[in-house]
């Protein structure tokens, strides 16, 4: 899987857009970039995913780069319980056994009042 | 929405124990995984299983077996607990394909934190 870099921490305030950017310039043809997140305490939880095309869910939206080496994942009123560590990754979109998530250092995104 | 049960949330145990982690999905859900979270060593694929009475290792199965009897049940064996076996335990689940695009939405559970004294 294609390796994928994420800034460590950010902060937003509440009721902004929070932007959160995640470079994965080695990702091939076949990968798509997820997002997840992981409150306090809690099992991760899927947010988006993405191949070329922004993708939009109520949750979030996903903004890839035309030469898809970077993204954007972007919670556009974010609140304070949107505060969790977000994790990108890239994964092929073609089934190759059930396959294992495994997750960088994220970022540690704090939504402030 | 998908629902990922986990037995228990917190969990004491004693050196040399027998643990049982259960996992429920109630979606019909072709795979299923256990996962261990440490500080600092992000997530660890102990075991998966793609349909019922399969499983295959992940990265660290050592200590563990699991068991899928049904569909919708997977569970987590700590055949003789020890102390490096104190965790946070997560179970998820995901769609299987028939020869569809895979999907790698994988749906987790709350979790479970283990303590062996």
């Known amino acids: 899987d294609a390796k994928t870099t994420q800034p460590t921490s950010m902060d937003c305030a509440e009721g902004r857009a929070a932007n959160l950017p995640c470079n994965h310039s080695?990702?091939?043809?076949?990968?798509?970039v997820y997002w997840y997140r992981q409150i306090h305490s809690q099992g991760p939880q899927y947010i988006i995913h993405?191949?070329?095309n922004n993708e939009t869910n109520e949750m979030a939206s996903l903004i890839i780069t035309e030469d898809r080496k970077s993204s954007t994942l972007i919670l556009p009123h974010a609140t304070l319980r949107d505060t969790a560590v977000y994790y990108c990754?890239?994964?092929?979109?073609?089934?190759?056994?059930?396959?294992?998530?495994?997750f960088g250092q994220g970022t540690r995104l704090t939504i402030n009042p | 929405d998908v629902k990922v049960t986990q037995s228990s949330r917190y969990l004491v145990k004693r050196t040399g124990e027998k643990v049982f982690l259960e996992c429920v999905q109630d979606m019909d859900h072709e795979n299923m995984f256990w996962y261990r979270q440490d500080p600092g060593l992000g997530l660890r694929l102990i075991y998966f299983s793609y349909d019922v009475k399969m499983k295959e290792k992940g990265d660290i199965p050592e200590g563990y077996s699991v068991s899928r009897e049904k569909k919708e049940r997977f569970s987590l064996i700590l055949e003789s607990a020890s102390t490096n076996q104190t965790s946070m335990y997560l179970c998820a689940s995901s769609p299987g394909t028939s020869g569809r695009r895979s999907y790698n939405e994988q749906f987790f559970g709350p979790g479970t934190r283990l303590t062996v004294l």
């Open positions: 080695t990702i091939s043809g076949n990968e798509y």
């Open positions: 990754i890239v994964r092929p979109s073609l089934w190759q056994g059930a396959q294992k998530l495994v």
């Open positions: 993405g191949l070329k």
